[in-house]
């Protein structure tokens, strides 16, 4: 069997990622549309929240991938630390700027959400309050990232920023709900009897089906999304090592 | 190791506002805050915990920048790192060298500057006990910043952007400290809390810290 | 102690600059690199300071012995020469500084703040700090800078005597120290070879 690294190699990444776009691309396409479709015109209307509810199908997804995205992050970072891979710490990279943007999403829906049903834009809940240190734990590191010229000192920095920020953002997130018992409803989807009970907190099986769809759909657009940005960092780093080559003469 | 921390801090007290600076800011920005908020004493004494914390934090991120760059500038840091000093030790100096200039006098003024506050008669305790079991931590995820950051052209901004997410756990526990201080509720756990999180901070971070030093001075 | 390298490369921002870097010294002897500007000395001398790591190669000698001087002296402008000198002895554990002082005639300049010293005095005093560490191998970037002929004279004073006691140096200069019996490496010769670039075949180094 071929080992698992060999797909660190730049060119390979390519050449393989390549040939997965399309694929990942199209069911993407297929999961989203079926699920945000259905979702959005096929369910009923919550009895309790009314038609509201139905941000739903892009909320939790984006909000999936904004925590997934940073915990692949800190992976990839482990991975270059420990195996030194430069397409791993490109793939951090690259997937930075995708997971700020989930969060961004992910705030934004909930602010739209949680105005006809909390009468507020913004509640100083701890879940909205850690979505909202997380997505300052994307900037700064987007930022470093951006700061510092050398490619594999700017890895090496950010890889260890990403592995103090998983650290204290855990810890922001426990001190928050420390802080501030909040309004948002508990993690609804994932929770025991889910699918089964029908029970108002609860997401009822109605609308389960559309929203396991969408958020595959969110993380097929994630991967494609960061093999597609992988590239294009593996062919920037690729030019600034031929431009310094070049100067170096 | 002694003889470094004893060089900082003569260097911090010859080059003119190592203790000063800080603690000047700490008073301009209770009073700016004063002023923004009104003259009320009610109102103020309620927030005072909560503005000391904050005050104290943005005193402290405004030196963390010299921690490393001066050192870096005159070739001193690469001569450390090559001198029979764990990087580890190099760092953890450092912080105590910051803490010692810029948190402890912090600290020391904290009780004062809530006194033009108005702070209830009970929080003073909790707010200096805080403070001091607190502002070591900041010391420390300060210096980490600082390290991260040692060699980029304009790294200030930057720094304040990574170090201040870091300090919201430490903010949490410590205002949360305070203000049940000031209430006269029971501080216990927030107490136990901050303890941790400066303890561990300070038993880990290094580690970090002189990682990214390394890193850096290549 | 012997100082053995084998077949050392390395590389400054991902590009190699040298390769092949092979030399061996026994104590009492010294080593003057010499090359073109930008040809990778400083960069030779980091990697054997153990400050960056190098691209491949070996390096056996004791890391602990090594007193690095670089381009800048690691001064602190608002301490006098003596306290500049102890700081550092302190820090190697020692705390001698006169010999320092007098090799490289700075008593006069004992209470002198450094910053009010000139280039040339400053430059004597970051040398004289070598001195101090107690270490046997000298690295030395560029150590005459700004140095007139008298110093340069007490510079190679120094380096003879810190031979003579059985230690080493590697120098790298561009002007004549006045050391006929250093040995001399010229790493531009050693400029690191890049395979031909092609535009679609590259590997995890990107070039």
């Given at each position: 069997?071929k080992?698992?690294?060999?797909y660190?190699?730049p060119?390979?990444?390519?050449?393989?990622?390549?040939?997965?776009?399309?694929?990942?691309t199209?069911?993407?396409?297929?999961?989203m549309?079926v699920?945000?479709v259905?979702?959005f015109?096929?369910?009923?209307?919550?009895?309790?929240?009314?038609?509201t509810?139905?941000?739903?199908y892009l909320?939790?997804?984006?909000?999936?991938m904004?925590?997934?995205?940073?915990?692949?992050?800190?992976?990839?970072s482990?991975?270059?630390?420990?195996r030194?891979?430069?397409?791993?710490a490109?793939?951090?990279?690259a997937a930075?700027?995708i997971g700020?943007v989930m969060t961004?999403i992910?705030?934004a829906t909930?602010?739209?959400?949680?105005?006809?049903?909390?009468?507020?834009?913004?509640?100083?809940?701890?879940?909205?309050?850690?979505?909202?240190?997380?997505?300052?734990?994307?900037?700064?590191y987007?930022?470093?990232?951006?700061?510092v010229?050398?490619?594999?000192?700017?890895?090496?920095l950010t890889s260890?920023?990403?592995?103090?920020?998983?650290v204290?953002?855990?810890?922001?997130r426990y001190?928050?709900?420390f802080?501030n018992?909040?309004?948002h409803?508990?993690?609804?989807?994932?929770?025991a009897?889910a699918?089964?009970g029908?029970?108002?907190?609860?997401?009822?099986?109605?609308f389960?089906?559309?929203?396991?769809?969408s958020m595959?759909?969110?993380v097929l657009?994630?991967?494609?999304?960061?093999l597609l940005r992988?590239?294009?960092?593996i062919?920037a780093?690729?030019?600034?090592?031929?431009m310094a080559?070049?100067?170096?003469? | 190791?002694?003889?470094l921390?004893?060089r900082?801090?003569?260097l911090?007290v010859?080059?003119?506002g190592?203790?000063?600076l800080?603690?000047?800011?700490f008073?301009?920005?209770?009073?700016?805050?004063?002023?923004?908020?009104?003259?009320e004493s009610?109102?103020?004494?309620?927030?005072?915990?909560?503005?000391?914390?904050?005050g104290a934090?943005l005193?402290?991120?405004l030196?963390?920048?010299?921690?490393?760059?001066?050192?870096r500038?005159d070739g001193s840091?690469?001569?450390?790192?090559?001198a029979?000093?764990p990087m580890?030790?190099i760092?953890t100096?450092?912080?105590?060298?910051?803490?010692i200039?810029t948190?402890?006098?912090?600290?020391?003024?904290a009780p004062?500057?809530?006194?033009?506050?108005?702070?209830?008669?009970?929080?003073y305790?909790?707010l200096?006990?805080?403070?001091?079991?607190g502002?070591?931590?900041?010391?420390?995820?300060?210096?980490?910043?600082a390290?991260?950051t040692?060699?980029?052209k304009?790294?200030?901004?930057?720094m304040?952007?990574i170090?201040?997410?870091?300090y919201?756990p430490?903010?949490?526990?410590?205002?949360?400290?305070?203000?049940?201080?000031?209430?006269g509720?029971?501080?216990?756990?927030?107490?136990?809390l901050?303890?941790?999180?400066?303890?561990?901070?300070?038993?880990?971070?290094?580690?970090?810290?002189?990682?990214?030093?390394r890193?850096?001075?290549r | 102690?012997?100082?053995?390298v084998?077949?050392?490369?390395?590389?400054r921002g991902?590009?190699?600059?040298l390769?092949g870097?092979?030399?061996?010294l026994?104590?009492?002897?010294?080593?003057?690199?010499?090359?073109?500007n930008?040809?990778g000395?400083t960069t030779?001398?980091?990697?054997?300071?153990?400050l960056?790591p190098?691209?491949?190669?070996?390096m056996?000698f004791d890391?602990?012995a090594v007193?690095?001087?670089?381009?800048?002296?690691g001064?602190?402008?608002?301490?006098?020469v003596?306290e500049n000198l102890t700081?550092w002895?302190?820090?190697?554990?020692?705390?001698?500084?006169?010999?320092?002082?007098t090799?490289?005639?700075l008593?006069?300049?004992?209470d002198?703040?450094a910053?009010?010293?000139?280039a040339?005095?400053k430059?004597?005093?970051?040398?004289?700090?070598?001195?101090?560490?107690?270490?046997?191998?000298w690295?030395?970037?560029?150590?005459?800078v700004?140095?007139d002929?008298?110093s340069v004279g007490?510079?190679?004073?120094?380096?003879?005597?810190?031979?003579?006691?059985?230690?080493?140096?590697v120098?790298?200069?561009?002007?004549?120290?006045g050391?006929?019996?250093?040995?001399v490496?010229?790493?531009?010769?050693?400029?690191?070879v890049?395979?031909?670039a092609?535009l679609?075949d590259?590997?995890?180094?990107?070039?």
């Amino acid at each position: 069997m071929k080992s698992i690294w060999e797909y660190a190699n730049p060119k390979k990444f390519i050449e393989t990622s390549q040939a997965l776009l399309p694929w990942v691309t199209g069911l993407t396409v297929v999961c989203m549309v079926v699920g945000l479709v259905w979702g959005f015109f096929f369910t009923p209307d919550d009895y309790r929240q009314g038609s509201t509810v139905k941000i739903i199908y892009l909320h939790v997804p984006a909000a999936l991938m904004a925590i997934n995205g940073w915990f692949m992050m800190l992976l990839a970072s482990l991975i270059w630390l420990i195996r030194r891979h430069h397409v791993s710490a490109l793939a951090a990279r690259a997937a930075a700027p995708i997971g700020a943007v989930m969060t961004i999403i992910a705030l934004a829906t909930g602010a739209i959400w949680g105005q006809p049903m909390w009468g507020t834009w913004w509640v100083w809940d701890p879940r909205l309050t850690s979505f909202l240190i997380l997505f300052l734990f994307y900037l700064g590191y987007i930022a470093l990232w951006a700061a510092v010229e050398d490619d594999d000192t700017a890895a090496d920095l950010t890889s260890i920023l990403c592995i103090v920020g998983s650290v204290f953002a855990v810890l922001s997130r426990y001190a928050v709900h420390f802080w501030n018992q909040g309004l948002h409803q508990g993690a609804s989807v994932m929770r025991a009897g889910a699918l089964a009970g029908d029970t108002e907190e609860r997401v009822s099986n109605v609308f389960a089906a559309p929203l396991f769809l969408s958020m595959a759909g969110f993380v097929l657009f994630f991967v494609a999304l960061v093999l597609l940005r992988t590239q294009t960092e593996i062919r920037a780093r690729r030019m600034r090592a031929l431009m310094a080559r070049e100067r170096r003469g | 190791m002694i003889a470094l921390l004893t060089r900082d801090l003569k260097l911090a007290v010859r080059a003119g506002g190592g203790f000063g600076l800080g603690l000047a800011f700490f008073l301009i920005l209770v009073a700016l805050v004063a002023f923004g908020v009104g003259p009320e004493s009610a109102l103020l004494a309620r927030i005072a915990p909560g503005i000391l914390w904050v005050g104290a934090l943005l005193a402290c991120l405004l030196s963390l920048d010299r921690i490393f760059a001066l050192d870096r500038e005159d070739g001193s840091l690469d001569l450390l790192a090559t001198a029979p000093l764990p990087m580890e030790g190099i760092v953890t100096v450092k912080a105590l060298a910051h803490w010692i200039t810029t948190g402890l006098p912090l600290v020391v003024a904290a009780p004062l500057l809530a006194l033009m506050l108005s702070l209830p008669g009970e929080g003073y305790l909790w707010l200096f006990l805080s403070l001091l079991l607190g502002t070591p931590a900041l010391s420390v995820l300060g210096t980490f910043g600082a390290a991260l950051t040692v060699g980029l052209k304009r790294g200030g901004l930057l720094m304040s952007l990574i170090v201040l997410p870091l300090y919201v756990p430490t903010l949490i526990f410590g205002a949360e400290v305070a203000r049940r201080g000031a209430g006269g509720l029971s501080v216990e756990v927030p107490l136990l809390l901050l303890a941790g999180i400066t303890c561990a901070t300070l038993a880990l971070l290094p580690f970090a810290s002189a990682a990214v030093l390394r890193v850096n001075l290549r | 102690m012997e100082m053995k390298v084998t077949d050392l490369a390395v590389a400054r921002g991902g590009v190699p600059l040298l390769a092949g870097v092979s030399f061996t010294l026994a104590p009492g002897r010294a080593l003057i690199l010499r090359g073109p500007n930008g040809s990778g000395k400083t960069t030779l001398l980091r990697a054997l300071a153990g400050l960056q790591p190098p691209l491949a190669g070996e390096m056996s000698f004791d890391r602990e012995a090594v007193a690095y001087g670089g381009h800048a002296d690691g001064l602190k402008a608002q301490m006098t020469v003596t306290e500049n000198l102890t700081f550092w002895a302190a820090v190697h554990g020692l705390r001698e500084i006169d010999p320092a002082l007098t090799a490289f005639d700075l008593e006069g300049l004992r209470d002198r703040l450094a910053g009010t010293l000139s280039a040339g005095q400053k430059r004597r005093l970051g040398l004289a700090r070598l001195m101090v560490t107690g270490r046997p191998l000298w690295l030395l970037d560029e150590p005459t800078v700004s140095l007139d002929t008298a110093s340069v004279g007490l510079f190679a004073e120094a380096v003879r005597g810190h031979l003579a006691r059985g230690g080493m140096a590697v120098i790298a200069t561009h002007i004549e120290l006045g050391l006929p019996e250093a040995e001399v490496l010229d790493v531009g010769p050693l400029k690191a070879v890049l395979p031909a670039a092609q535009l679609d075949d590259f590997d995890e180094a990107f070039l």
